[in-house]
């Protein structure tokens, strides 16, 4: 099993709807959660950490479930420019080694 | 802030030869850089993660003597893949940790992307 799954999509989605996609973690230990997003052929860039309490910045919402070790990105009002491939980035234990997920391809379309 | 560079962005190179790729961080001082490889629709895969002035410490499965990795200032680490084969070909990406602040918090590099023929 990896240590960290995504359904690898891709989510077509029209402009405007609201979109959500989960991540699951398998090492229990971990303690710091990210999601990227990576565009075709480029660097992945930080979009936001996730929150015990879960956190909002702007159109997207982040939530993190301990108990069932996921956690979550919402994208409301979707733009063109969101599609992207979003990746779901998980710390192992306390060595700052970040673990990457595969990969959730979003396609916005007008 | 927190500007990585990367170079080149794209090579081609012929089997059998060796590339070096240069990571340095602009306007910070990076602790530590890491490498990653991320071959096409996978997972950004790590490879390596270097301190200044220490050895590269190598994750399982990665060949050491053939992706040498040098880290000899607090701005600047090289990756060189010694004897390129065509499975080498792959998205090459370092990023760079900050001497303060969060270590979670990873700075990336534009990407190389090496093609081997």
């Known amino acids: 099993r990896k240590e960290v799954e995504q359904d690898p999509g891709p989510f077509n989605v029209p402009e405007g709807a609201t979109v959500a996609f989960n991540c699951t973690y398998s090492?229990?230990?971990?303690?710091?959660f990210f999601w990227y997003r990576q565009d075709c052929r480029k660097e992945p860039k930080l979009l936001m950490s996730?929150?015990?309490?879960?956190n909002e910045d702007g159109r997207f919402t982040a939530q993190l479930n301990r108990a069932s070790q996921y956690i979550s990105l919402l994208i409301r009002d979707s733009k063109l420019s969101d599609s992207a491939t979003y990746l779901c980035v998980v710390t192992r234990d306390s060595n700052y080694q970040l673990i990457w997920g595969a990969g959730t391809k979003l396609i916005i379309k007008p | 802030g927190a500007v990585v560079s990367q170079h080149p962005s794209w090579v081609i190179c012929k089997s059998g030869t060796s590339v070096k790729i240069e990571c340095r961080s602009l306007d910070f001082q990076a602790t530590t850089m890491f490498w990653y490889r991320q071959f096409p629709k996978q997972s950004l895969m790590l490879m390596a993660t270097s301190n200044e002035g220490s050895k590269a410490t190598y994750e399982q499965g990665v060949e050491k003597d053939k992706f040498l990795i040098n880290h000899a200032s607090l701005t600047l680490s090289t990756l060189t893949v010694t004897s390129a084969h065509p499975e080498d070909s792959s998205f090459y990406i370092c990023s760079a940790s900050a001497t303060s602040g969060s270590p979670y918090e990873q700075y990336f590099g534009p990407g190389t992307r090496l093609t081997v023929t």
């Open positions: 090492n229990s230990a971990s303690q710091s």
């Open positions: 996730v929150y015990s309490s879960g």
